[in-house]
């Protein structure tokens, strides 16, 4: 596609439910990163994909977070049993990986737990 | 790690004055970008300058790798540059991984 896109823009879900954020970034971008913004804070790494490599997932907050990327485009972020403190905006990126890293954001998934 | 540090941390202006955003790091980088995140979230590509000089309208970035700072201008502001405008890098020692600062927060009044 011609930018990076986030599904859905918003999402309001209840405290111990399960929640699916999907990306699908720039076509011909092998490189995709997820990131974690609360209100009024910077951007918090969570996992990055390039490629058919394993992923790096160092950042991934808890193990009710886990990403997947399929067929090396889309990807999806899940977070089970979700808490309150999960609410954040959750950006993703995509690059076209190599030596060009420059990168280029979706609009952002607002995740509320309530 | 690499450190990213942005300067001034806030600033607010009149519609029609000009700016100047830093940006400094601590080791040698492979990259360098702005953005600007809008009110509504948005990071917006402003530019990708690990080095050099780049122009874009009324915004300009200067890079200079070897001192280890960027500058970022902005003249002649609307109301519409409001918001916060984040540096982040790509360490030498990393094929991916930007670090980046905590931002300058630019409010522009009308």
């Known amino acids: 596609g011609a930018g990076v896109s986030q599904s859905p823009s918003n999402k309001v879900t209840e405290k111990g439910k399960d929640v699916e954020l999907r990306c699908d970034p720039i076509?011909?971008?092998?490189?995709l990163y997820w990131y974690r913004q609360s209100l009024g804070q910077g951007l918090e790494f969570l996992i990055y994909f390039q490629g058919n490599s394993a992923p790096d997932k160092s950042g991934l907050p808890s193990d009710r977070f886990s990403a997947e990327r399929t067929g090396g485009s889309v990807s999806t972020l899940t977070i089970q049993r979700t808490q309150q403190e999960d609410s954040a905006v959750y950006l993703c990126?995509?690059?076209?990986?190599?030596?060009?890293?420059?990168?280029?954001f979706g609009q952002g998934t607002r995740l509320t737990v309530v | 790690g690499i450190q990213v540090e942005q300067s001034p941390p806030d600033l607010i202006l009149q519609e029609g004055a000009n700016s100047t955003l830093r940006c400094n790091f601590s080791d040698s980088v492979n990259n360098l970008q702005w953005f600007h995140q809008n009110p509504w979230g948005q990071l917006i590509n402003l530019f990708y300058?690990?080095?050099?000089?780049k122009q874009n309208g009324r915004l300009s970035a200067t890079t200079v790798a070897t001192e280890r700072y960027s500058l970022l201008y902005i003249s002649s502001s609307q109301t519409t540059d409001s918001g916060v405008y984040f540096c982040a890098v790509q360490g030498m020692d990393s094929n991916y991984q930007l670090i980046w600062g905590a931002g300058t927060k630019l409010i522009i009044k009308p």
């Open positions: 990126a995509s690059s076209l990986g190599g030596e060009n890293t420059e990168a280029f």
């Open positions: 076509s011909g971008h092998t490189a």
């Open positions: 300058i690990p080095s050099g000089t």
